[in-house]
């Protein structure tokens, strides 16, 4: 099993920032990928940005985010917890969701936090 615990949402006016952590403990040492989602009222969950545990930490992130977001992980390579962050600079109303970490093994994003929110004001 694997556990994860993010925080860092809250209010912010557009063209603000924010950063958001993910902390994954438990079962993490086979970590395959981590990510971040999103969820807007009246919406599907998006995956927003990901990061390869190895292969260079490579990284994805979807078009409405690219070049505003940043997604980045810890290095400490023998910490059983694993930390993933997501930067958030010049947000905008339409980012205003309920925002998820989530981590994949192997088999698919199986491991998914409590979500939190985050607001943007016009």
């Known amino acids: 099993q694997v556990q994860l615990v993010e925080s860092g949402g809250g209010l912010v006016q557009a063209g603000g920032s924010l950063r958001l952590s993910c902390t994954a403990s438990?079962?993490?040492?086979?970590?395959?990928?981590m990510g971040w989602f999103r969820q807007a009222p009246g919406k599907e969950r998006e995956l927003i940005a990901r990061?390869?545990?190895?292969?260079?930490?490579?990284?994805?992130?979807?078009?409405s985010v690219r070049g505003r977001f940043t997604i980045s992980r810890d290095n400490s390579g023998d910490n059983p917890k694993k930390m993933v962050y997501l930067q958030m600079n010049s947000l905008k109303p339409e980012d205003t969701a309920v925002y998820y970490c989530?981590?994949?093994?192997?088999?698919?994003?199986?491991?998914w936090g409590q979500g939190t929110q985050v607001t943007v004001s016009s």
């Open positions: 438990g079962r993490t040492f086979t970590t395959y990928r």
């Open positions: 989530a981590t994949d093994l192997g088999d698919g994003w199986n491991y």
């Open positions: 990061i390869r545990w190895n292969a260079g930490s490579s990284t994805y992130y979807a078009d």
